[in-house]
């Protein structure tokens, strides 16, 4: 069993991060978190109606990567820096896969 196979999603407060970010307890006994961006499609859509209405110009949104940052056991940033950074679209999942044991 690899260390990440360990990994242990923790039931944390995360309303103090973005939508989309979870807190783990890895193998090696380190702690993450994950953010993912979870944005939902038809919020574009809604706001470009409104925009054609009012005569503004179209909304365009890019999505965010999904990030993996070092944190302690209360999801409290140990740093501003990213350990890993991968394409908008991975999952949780993926990037605990990706980061490897």
Not at 20 to 28: E, N, T
Not at 78 to 84: A, E, G, N
């Amino acid at each position: 069993m690899t260390e990440i196979t360990k990994a242990v999603e923790l039931n944390t407060d995360m309303s103090h991060w973005p939508t989309g970010a979870k807190h783990y307890r890895l193998g090696d006994g380190s702690y993450v978190v994950i953010e993912v961006d979870e944005r939902d499609d038809r919020l574009d859509e809604q706001v470009n109606q409104i925009t054609r209405l009012t005569g503004g110009a179209a909304y365009t949104y890019t999505p965010r990567p999904t990030v993996v940052i070092a944190v302690d056991e209360n999801a409290c940033a140990v740093s501003l820096d990213r350990l890993h950074e991968f394409e908008p679209g991975t999952s949780h999942t993926q990037a605990l896969a990706l980061i490897g044991p």
